[in-house]
């Protein structure tokens, strides 16, 4: 039985404590500093960073890991991976029970679709040169491991969960030593290559006067915008706060369980399965969703009990979360001889996802290119929310569907995007053949993505 007063009672809340503070630290810093604040680096990546430097100087000094120490629970690196992992589905499952708005029309459809096919198509093009990198940087490296470059989609594309996620399939299955480290280092590489580059875009905008940059103010929000008409109360027998907290993660016990299950029929697969954690969370989620609406439509329930504000709350939560401790996880020392290379697959995977989403905004978005490119180019270096970020640069209010183009996006993008994903586990076993199947899958996508270019109806 342990002490309320030992380490390990207090060592979880003790690390916690250390990231919301770093958070807090962080947005004063944005606040007051113009130079962050002009920046555009993400809060939550700065925190991690400032988390960074306190550890590199106290392990310098005190020569022990400061998260290893017993004040962390003497675990405190795997508390922050196992953090990182949760918060990506939590994040994931939150936004999912917002409800869909507005009736899509035929263009509307068609941009949404080209942009879930867009998503897909940079993660194909960073895997395929991320992938042909560290193939050539092994004769050059010693024990290095060739399939690391296709952690470029998954730093860059889809951010610190899911660079995690396969980090960790490659270092226990693969024994790439410091796979996870290595991950979570593209994935803050990614948020510095969307500040850079969104920086450097915008005042190539503003030189010439091309571009408005909008008021940053969040502006009032209406009171039925937090509490629609016609559903449950804030405050009642239950909090309404903790009622979404429960469905959030009520779906995700759900999806846990479907794990679990998938597990046990396909037990070479586990690895994989615990790995799409946040997929099965978004379709677990979605089920509860449709079993909420279909009861408000049977009148067996007559109000509404998910709340899209609070829900936007949950979600922003689990990603600040998922990225400060994403970063924080990172373990500098472990990657002495690999700085180099990484260094190579982040300039690279900035230069390429800048120029294609370029190109694919100007040519199939030209009603609002440059809003269309800098949330996509945002959304494909770092997160949605650094995404948002940037497209907040010059549509405050989000007056054009640049911003419903990322929400609705997800559906193509993981139907399109998931072969990719198995793709990455036969990497380690079969380079060469895996790199012969992601490039013509980058060509199919990109000739469904420009079908309207390619096959021009005849007049």
């Known amino acids: 039985m342990s002490n309320f007063w030992d380490y390990n009672v207090w060592g979880t809340i003790s690390l916690i404590a250390m990231l919301l503070l770093s958070l807090l630290v962080a947005n004063m810093m944005k606040r007051r500093i113009k130079f962050f604040r002009n920046s555009l680096i993400p809060t939550s990546v700065l925190g991690g960073v400032l988390l960074l430097i306190i550890v590199g100087i106290y392990d310098a000094v005190a020569k022990t890991p400061m998260f290893e120490t017993k004040f962390f629970g003497g675990n405190g690196y795997e508390k922050l991976e196992i953090i990182t992992y949760h918060a990506l589905a939590l994040g994931f499952i939150a936004s999912t029970f917002k409800a869909s708005k507005g009736t899509l029309t035929k263009k509307r459809t068609v941009e949404i679709f080209n942009t879930g096919v867009t998503t897909v198509s940079t993660y194909l093009l960073q895997a395929i040169l991320g992938f042909g990198i560290t193939m050539v940087a092994v004769y050059f490296i010693e024990g290095f491991f060739s399939s690391a470059g296709i952690l470029l989609p998954f730093g860059y594309g889809q951010g610190t969960g899911q660079a995690l996620n396969y980090g960790t399939i490659y270092e226990t299955e693969y024994g790439f030593t410091g796979g996870k480290t290595f991950g979570l280092t593209i994935a803050a590489l990614g948020f510095i290559s969307a500040s850079v580059g969104g920086v450097i875009h915008l005042n190539i905008l503003r030189k010439k006067n091309k571009i408005t940059v909008s008021d940053k103010d969040e502006g009032t929000m209406f009171l039925q915008e937090i509490q629609p008409a016609n559903e449950i109360p804030m405050q009642d027998s239950m909090d309404k706060m903790t009622i979404q907290v429960a469905f959030v993660i009520a779906a995700y016990f759900v999806a846990y369980l479907l794990m679990v299950l998938l597990g046990l029929v396909l037990p070479g697969m586990k690895s994989v399965i615990f790995g799409f954690n946040f997929i099965l969370g978004v379709l677990s989620a979605t089920l509860f969703k449709t079993v909420i609406n279909l009861m408000r439509k049977k009148k067996i ?118 072969p990719m994903m198995l793709l990455a586990n036969l990497a380690p076993e079969n380079p060469p053949l895996t790199m012969a199947l992601l490039i013509p899958f980058f060509i199919i996508m990109n000739i469904i993505l420009f079908r309207s270019k390619i096959f021009k109806k005849r007049k």
């Open 301 to 418: 329930i007559n109000h509404g009990y998910v709340n899209d504000f609070l829900m936007t709350r949950i979600s922003n939560f689990f990603f600040d979360i998922m990225v400060v401790a994403g970063v924080a996880a990172i373990r500098l020392g472990v990657l002495e001889k690999y700085w180099g290379i990484m260094l190579i697959l982040g300039v690279v995977g900035l230069v390429s996802t800048y120029i294609y989403n370029l190109v694919v905004a100007k040519t199939l978005f030209k009603d609002y290119p440059q809003e269309q490119f800098l949330m996509m180019y945002g959304m494909l270096t770092g997160t949605a929310s650094t995404g948002t970020i940037l497209l907040r640069e010059i549509d405050g209010e989000f007056k054009t569907p640049a911003s419903d183009n990322m929400v609705y996006q997800n559906f193509p993008a993981i139907v399109f995007g998931f």
